[in-house]
T-cell receptor, first 116, second 115 residues
Framework: AQSVTQPDIHITVSEGASLELRCNYS??????LFWYVQSPGQGLQLLLK??????LVQGIKGFEAEFKRSQSSFNLRKPSVHWSDAAEYFC??????????????FGKGTHLIIQP | KAGVTQTPRYLIKTRGQQVTLSCSPI?????VSWYQQTPGQGLQFLFE???????NKGNFPGRFSGRQFSNSRSEMNVSTLELGDSALYLC??????????????FGPGTRLLVL
């Protein structure tokens, strides 16, 4: 079955430090890639997406992600984190084939903790 | 433009009962997808509706069903509730024009507790 892996369940980063959250997906048809963020008790907010084109994509709140097809990865980065970035981050993939696309497949999430 | 809205936000039910959740998509969006979020299984795709028809379906038992109305609003129904159905149910909407995948925008979710 196609899958999305976020290897880090928890990550702790000091405020002002850089951040990288990892995401790998199983090989399949053309992937559409997303990063979402979820604050406690809230729904999911889209940070950024990649469908095609430039493999480095910019999102909201200063986040960016790079698609590396050879590594089946779509890692999320931020050069300097703020305390308000503390949340749960989800990588999600839609695989597109000739028969259309299924729903989003999500990773298990990475819980980001910001140290003062 | 208003976002995706879900009602109710919280529900408590007992085993064996049934429940109906509602989702109103962003204006102009014609596709509505439903997801279940639990601590153990994470976020899982339930089904997607487009133009009042189920277009995609995840791997959930038949107790989980849905429908979509002509105004694109969608309802999800779970019959014969089990304790394991306790979860946050998220609805997401998209334009729906591209069956190959589009950006989905999520609502705040309905938290269901089954006792």
């Amino acid at each position: 079955a196609q899958s999305v892996t976020q290897p880090d369940i928890h990550i702790t980063v000091s405020e002002g430090a850089s951040l990288e959250l990892r995401c790998n997906y199983s090989y399949g048809a053309t992937p559409y890639l997303f990063w979402y963020v979820q604050s406690p008790g809230q729904g999911l907010q889209l940070l950024l997406k990649y469908f095609s084109g430039d493999t480095l994509v910019q999102g909201i709140k200063g986040f960016e992600a790079e698609f590396k097809r050879s590594q089946s990865s779509f890692n999320l980065r931020k050069p300097s984190v703020h305390w308000s970035d503390a949340a749960e981050y989800f990588c999600a993939v839609v695989w597109v084939s000739g028969g259309g696309a299924d729903g989003l497949t999500f990773g298990k999430g990475t819980h980001l903790i910001i140290q003062p | 433009k208003a976002g995706v809205t879900q009602t109710p936000r919280y529900l408590i039910k007992t085993r064996g009962q049934q429940v109906t959740l509602s989702c109103s998509p962003i204006s102009g969006h014609r596709s509505v997808s439903w997801y279940q979020q639990t601590p153990g299984q994470g976020l899982q795709f339930l089904f997607e509706y487009f133009s009042e028809t189920q277009r995609n379906k995840g791997n959930f038992p038949g107790r989980f069903s849905g429908r979509q109305f002509s105004n694109s609003r969608s309802e999800m129904n779970v019959s014969t509730l089990e304790l394991g159905d306790s979860a946050l149910y998220l609805c997401a909407s998209s334009l729906g024009a591209d069956a190959n995948g589009e950006t989905q925008y999520f609502g705040p979710g309905t938290r269901l507790l089954v006792l």
